[in-house]
T-cell receptor, first 111, second 115 residues
Framework: AQSVAQPEDQVNVAEGNPLTVKCTYS??????LFWYVQYPNRGLQFLLK??????LVKGSYGFEAEFNKSQTSFHLKKPSALVSDSALYFC?????????FGDGTTLTVKP | DAGVIQSPRHEVTEMGQEVTLRCKPI?????LFWYRQTMMRGLELLIY????????DSGMPEDRFSAKMPNASFSTLKIQPSEPRDSAVYFC?????????????FGEGSRLTVL
């Protein structure tokens, strides 16, 4: 069985500060990990993915994520948060062609 | 590119009525997924298709739910009869590649309210 956990329901940061949204996973076999963002009343949008190779993955809108196999984590990061980054973020794990999503983390960036 | 197109965006119906949700995937994408999103249960995969063939429908809640993909450019999710607990946002997503490496492209969702 595969699973994804996002331990924080909510993350609050000040504009300009670095942000981290946490994700841990469990899977037998190779992990294929994704981050998506959802704005209110919209569908999910792809940010970045880890398939293989470099543990630091860069994606859209200045986001990046660090894959850590020993800690089974795939945390989303951004060096300097913007108010417009406020949204719901989902970590996902794909196995056997199916994506399993975490419960989501609401990111609030305050001016 | 028009993206994944879902209709209707909003549907309000009464318990017992039939509901049909529609999806047009991105042209050239060969995998299509139906998800349901609720506050209580988060995002749940209902069913997915590869090359128009249903691969895994283990997430379909019960026999009241059915999905079809008659061709590469169209899919439907039907609920008959609908119940209040079916109220949710239903998302369709498509992917260029089957397997584990392709990201999903989501539609804007169909918000269903069953009274």
């Amino acid at each position: 069985a595969q699973s994804v956990a996002q331990p924080e329901d909510q993350v609050n940061v000040a504009e300009g500060n670095p942000l981290t949204v946490k994700c841990t996973y469990s899977v037998s076999g190779n992990p294929y990990l994704f981050w998506y963002v959802q704005y209110p009343n919209r569908g999910l949008q792809f940010l970045l993915k880890y398939i293989t190779g470099d543990n630091l993955v860069k994606g859209s809108y200045g986001f990046e994520a660090e894959f850590n196999k020993s800690q089974t984590s795939f945390h989303l990061k951004k060096p300097s948060a913007l108010v417009s980054d406020s949204a719901l973020y989902f970590c996902a794990l794909t196995n056997a062609g199916k994506s399993t999503f975490g419960d989501g983390t609401t990111l609030t960036v305050k001016p | 590119d028009a993206g994944v197109i879902q209709s209707p965006r909003h549907e309000v119906t009464e318990m017992g009525q039939e509901v049909t949700l529609r999806c047009k995937p991105i042209s050239g994408h060969n995998s299509l997924f139906w998800y349901r999103q609720t506050m209580m249960r988060g995002l749940e995969l209902l069913i997915y298709f590869n090359n128009n063939v249903p691969i895994d429908d283990s997430g379909m809640p019960e026999d009241r739910f059915s999905a079809k993909m008659p061709n590469a450019s169209f899919s439907t999710l039907k609920i008959q009869p609908s119940e209040p607990r079916d109220s949710a946002v239903y998302f369709c997503a498509s992917s260029l590649v089957s397997g584990n490496t392709g990201e999903l492209f989501f539609g804007e969702g169909s918000r269903l309210t069953v009274l």
